[in-house]
């Protein structure tokens, strides 16, 4: 009998989230109620203003913004670019979009 070993990784989607249970809420629930003062940041460096100059946002793991469903009309030509590659072509057309918007930002600054 052979013994399989590996790694195991699991998805979670954000909009459905598992159910917590009684000890992790309870968990929260003290965290919670802790006053700000009772928090350790000793091992957290403080930000000054150098720190924040070239910062950008992270879109990723942590940061998801808010979608919005919306109808707009594309040039079929630039339509079919974007599905050349297969599913996916509405994120392709979000990162594309993202990119410009953000070089528009970073030039402005």
Same mark, same amino acid.
């Given at each position: 009998m +052979? /013994? /399989? %070993?590996g790694t195991v990784s699991y998805t979670i989607d954000p909009n459905n989230p598992p159910a917590l249970n009684e000890q992790q809420k309870a968990e929260l629930a003290a965290l919670n109620a802790l006053p700000d003062e009772a928090i350790d940041c000793s091992d957290i460096p403080e930000l000054n203003e150098a720190a924040w100059k070239n910062a950008q946002p992270v879109v990723g793991r942590f940061y998801r913004p808010i979608k919005e469903q919306v109808t707009v009309r594309i040039d079929a030509d630039v339509l079919a670019w974007l599905k050349a590659d297969g599913k996916g072509?509405? %994120? @392709? *057309?979000? /990162?594309? *979009? @993202? &990119?410009?918007? &953000?070089q528009e930002l970073? +030039?402005?600054?």
């Open positions: +052979s /013994k /399989k %070993t072509y509405q %994120t @392709r *057309l979000n /990162k594309v *979009l @993202r &990119e410009v918007m &953000e970073h +030039s402005a600054a």
